[in-house]
């Protein structure tokens, strides 16, 4: 590795090939847009542009991935710049997040019921957020059981199955990860058992009519929390023009 390179710079480096050679899955695909593993051009592109290429950080939930990629112009030239993504872990690679849409029936029949939110402090926004409970895959857990796990840690509420609603990507732009939807029929209660790290700050139930207008009105801003909500009135509308139980 070229000598006129900072430590830094060899560093993220260095653990990129590590990644490289030991998950060449990452790394495939993209014909239109290739990702450069060629040592000599990666420490020559970061040293002429002051650049720092490779693995930037590393967390239990996410890696910051900063690649050097080949595009081409419209006359047909290629040239080399930097792309970042994220990564799941490698050891959690192929896990699927869980987005848990949980439901508390009252008296009042299916048109009195309410969908259980937790309201966070956020640590990208800076703000409370009123979203949806929710997260990482867990590669040891299957998404139906950890909907529930989640379900149970950060509200209390209990269930008993959790209904597969859909799957979409975090964000195509930035990362390869996915998200699971699921709705829980509440079936009991019990003590909250939120990880040390989250910041919980209380628990709110909301009928659909009153989430649709906490959206509208700019109070609920998470798109997981939005694209359960939309799942689930879909699978609700099916359900009550086939007359299905599903």
Do not use: C
Not at 26 to 54: N, Q, W, Y
Not at 78 to 102: D, K, M, N, Q, W
Not at 140 to 158: C, D, F, I, R
Not at 180 to 196: G, L, Y
């Amino acid at each position: 590795m070229s000598n006129s390179l900072t430590e830094h710079q060899r560093e993220t480096l260095a653990r990129y090939f590590w990644l490289y050679e030991n998950h060449r899955e990452l790394f495939s695909g993209r014909p239109r847009r290739p990702i450069i593993t060629e040592p000599e051009i990666l420490e020559e592109f970061a040293e002429e542009h002051s650049v720092v290429l490779g693995v930037l950080a590393e967390t239990p939930y996410l890696w910051l991935i900063n690649d050097l990629v080949q595009s081409r112009k419209p006359s047909g030239e290629t040239f080399y710049h930097p792309y970042l993504r994220f990564i799941a872990p490698p050891e959690h690679a192929g896990t699927t997040g869980v987005v848990v849409l949980a439901t508390v029936r009252s008296s009042g029949g299916e048109s009195a019921e309410s969908i259980v939110l937790v309201e966070q402090e956020r640590h990208a926004t800076g703000n409370l957020e009123l979203e949806l409970p929710r997260g990482f895959g867990d590669p040891n857990t299957p998404p139906e059981a950890h909907a529930l796990q989640e379900l149970k840690s950060e509200t209390g509420y209990v269930g008993t199955r959790a209904e597969y609603l859909g799957t979409t990507l975090t964000d195509s732009g930035t990362t390869d990860s996915s998200v699971s939807f699921f709705h829980v029929p509440v079936t009991s209660r019990s003590d909250q058992e939120p990880e040390p790290q989250e910041a919980i700050s209380r628990i709110v139930l909301l009928t659909k009519e009153e989430l649709w207008a906490e959206i509208d009105s700019g109070a609920v801003r998470d798109g997981f929390t939005m694209q359960a909500l939309a799942l689930y009135a879909r699978r609700m509308a099916i359900k009550a023009i086939f007359g299905l139980s599903i």
